[in-house]
């Protein structure tokens, strides 16, 4: 006969995963995007003994150990696997490097003849690595922590491939889709598959939850909003649900204003992170009486600290009491912040 498994090691009873189906958990599970990186001194130990990003990312034993590293600190609720977005257009065989000082660069796709050098069906060979360290960290967390898989968004992962790295407004990729609109779908249309595939790999090597960041999809009109970044995103949502109905999906639509009550409606998601600017009374009434949401506290108020960030935390608490809440930050936590500061917020929503 099997041993009964202890309580709270079943995946259901995380507070987290409770949260995403809908449960008001109170006091509320958190997490925080980009929790590992710069902010700590150890991430920058490890990243130095790494050399470069990348390496980082695809050696799985400094993967697992990055992850773990904001967990030890401050014990959040999730761990989410360290990786970037950028790892599926190196899956799919574009060049991708990270200069220091500079951010991420790529080599430039320019026309749906580049499109067709990428190589999908190599995906998850390239990036068996990454799978390997979610393996790794599953092994390695507390039963009560919920380990998170992601990947970037159709859209904002395109923005960067064609672009070639950062850009201020990333035109290069609004005049295609303006310019060539099947041209661009075609590379929209493959991105979408790898991406299901590549979230699927997470899952088979156990993520339990799965985040989608369209960092830049703030930027569209609202009929491209809907064809660029909310159509891709429900029919991926759709994919990985075909196959693992269990596997709850957050959405980070940054930037969606109003629209973000469509994406809600809409994309078939669990849960939607909010960013910064969606106001809090709006989102109780519109969003979180659909599903659950996530956010958003200013990731600068986590830089100064003290009062500023008690005030804007408590905000963020007394709306989304009641309801299905995961906390988090709006976007990325800055390379600037305090550890300190994340130790001052954890005590105060633990004390919720
Ligand atoms: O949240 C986590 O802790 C998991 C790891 C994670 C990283 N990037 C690590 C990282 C996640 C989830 C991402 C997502 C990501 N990457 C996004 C979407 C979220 C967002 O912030 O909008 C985007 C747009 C990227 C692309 C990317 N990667 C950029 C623009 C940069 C440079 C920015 C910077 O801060 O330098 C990166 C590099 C990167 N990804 C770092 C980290 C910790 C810094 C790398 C370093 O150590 O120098």
């Known amino acids: 006969m099997a041993p009964p498994r202890p309580v709270g090691s079943r995946p259901a009873d995380k507070k987290f995963l409770r949260a995403l189906r809908g449960e008001a958990v109170w006091p509320p599970p958190v997490w925080l995007m980009r929790q590992a990186g710069r902010y700590l001194p150890e991430y920058r130990a490890t990243r130095a003994a790494a050399g470069d990003f990348l390496d980082l990312c695809l050696t799985p034993e400094l993967a697992v150990e ?12 999730a761990a989410i696997l360290f990786s970037d977005i950028l790892m599926v257009p190196h899956g799919l065989g574009q060049k991708v490097w990270f200069e220091e000082g500079v951010g991420p660069r790529l080599e430039p796709l320019a026309s749906p003849a580049a499109v067709a050098t990428l190589e999908p069906q190599r995906l998850r060979e390239r990036l068996s ?10 092994a390695a967390l507390l039963a009560e922590t919920a380990l998170i898989g992601f990947a970037g968004a159709p859209w904002t992962v395109a923005s960067y491939m064609i672009e070639g790295g950062s850009s201020r407004d990333f035109q290069k990729g609004r005049a295609w889709a303006y310019g060539d609109p ?25 993520a339990e939850a799965l985040q989608i960041f369209d960092s830049w999809s703030g930027i569209w009109p609202d009929s491209e909003f809907r064809r660029w970044c909310l159509e891709p995103a429900r029919r991926i949502v759709a994919a990985v649900k075909a196959v693992h109905p269990d596997i709850p999906v957050i959405l980070f639509p940054r930037g969606a204003g109003v629209l973000y009550r469509e994406v809600a409606e809409e994309s078939g998601a669990d849960a939607l992170s ?11 009434a519109e969003l979180q009486s659909r ?4 956010g958003n506290l200013d990731p600068v108020a986590l ?22 809440f995961v906390f988090n930050l709006g976007h990325g936590i800055d390379k600037t912040t305090p550890p300190g500061h994340v130790e ?9």
């Open 66 to 77: 990055v992850t773990l590293q904001p967990l030890r600190r401050f014990g959040f609720d």
């Open 291 to 294: 599903l659950c949401v996530q």
């Open 129 to 138: 690595p990454v799978f390997e360290a979610v393996r790794g960290l599953k």
């Open 274 to 284: 909010l960013d910064t600017t969606v106001p809090l009374d709006w989102a109780r």
């Open 344 to 352: 001052q917020l954890m005590a105060l929503l633990r004390a919720a």
């Open 182 to 206: 099947e041209g661009f779908q075609g590379l929209i249309d493959l991105l979408v598959e790898a991406t299901v595939d590549y979230l699927l790999a997470q899952v088979e090597a156990g």
């Open 303 to 324: 830089i100064v600290g003290g009062a500023a960030l008690d005030r804007q935390a408590r905000r963020i608490l007394e709306a989304f009491r009641g309801g299905p």
